[in-house]
């Protein structure tokens, strides 16, 4: 049971490259969420999508876009890549039951731009 | 300014010891707490939660304490491992929203 799975780990750019983040959960939740976590700081969220086909901006939205392609994958698109995204980029997903709803994470995509 | 706060950026104690980590919440509205755990190089990892209907819970070693009277959320850990090293973040989740908001963070430091 792979839960939240991101690709790739690590990645490199350059200022003003574009670049896709791919994430896939395969545990059957409505939502995904984009965060990002820079140093001594907490995770901030970048873009969620409460179910298929829809998508809303979070707290940074500024510089990404997203595509909730289906229900297991949402990915976050960078246009033209700036050093101020150099950032541990997470991707989650809630198990939401009742009132309750715990977030599963990725292992993290670790991004500098250069 | 942020919603969730910790009033101690890092904790340091000796394994054996009971560490206890604190967070301040602003928002009235807040009513789901989680706590996460996130060791170097990889996602946060669920711990506890615990809903404004209460005051406290309790799991495997931890322990999850809420006091609305003043904001305040702890997190007790008994027995602190070396394994136990990591960063915890509380996270506040506002009227049946399932996006929470995230504080800084608490470095735990264990020394064997």
């Known amino acids: 049971n792979a839960g939240v799975t991101q690709t790739p780990k690590f990645q490199v750019l350059k200022t003003g490259q574009s670049m896709t983040l791919q994430c896939a959960q395969d545990m059957n939740h409505n939502s995904m969420y984009w965060y990002r976590q820079d140093p001594g700081m907490g995770l901030r969220l970048i873009y969620y999508?409460?179910?298929?086909?829809?998508?809303d901006k979070g707290e940074v939205p500024n510089g990404y876009n997203v595509s909730r392609l289906n229900k297991r994958e949402f990915s976050l698109r960078l246009e033209s890549a700036a050093p101020s995204q150099t950032s541990v980029y997470f991707c989650a997903s809630p198990k939401v039951s009742g009132k309750t709803g715990e977030l599963f994470f990725g292992e993290g995509s670790r991004l500098t731009v250069l | 300014g942020e919603s969730v706060g910790l009033h101690l950026p890092t904790l340091s104690v000796q394994e054996g010891d009971n560490s206890i980590i604190n967070c301040a919440y602003s928002?009235?509205?807040?009513?789901?707490f989680i706590w996460y755990k996130q060791e170097s190089g990889k996602g946060p990892q669920f711990i506890i939660d615990?809903?404004?209907?209460?005051d406290k819970r309790q799991g495997q070693r931890v322990t999850v304490l809420l006091n609305k009277t003043v904001k305040h959320l702890s997190l007790q850990i008994a027995a602190t491992q070396p394994g136990d090293s990591a960063v915890y973040f509380c996270a506040e989740n506002i009227g049946g929203s399932y996006i929470p908001t995230f504080g800084r963070g608490t470095s735990l430091i264990v020394h064997p």
């Open positions: 928002n009235s509205a807040s009513d789901y």
């Open positions: 999508s409460a179910s298929e086909g829809t998508t």
């Open positions: 615990i809903r404004s209907n209460m």
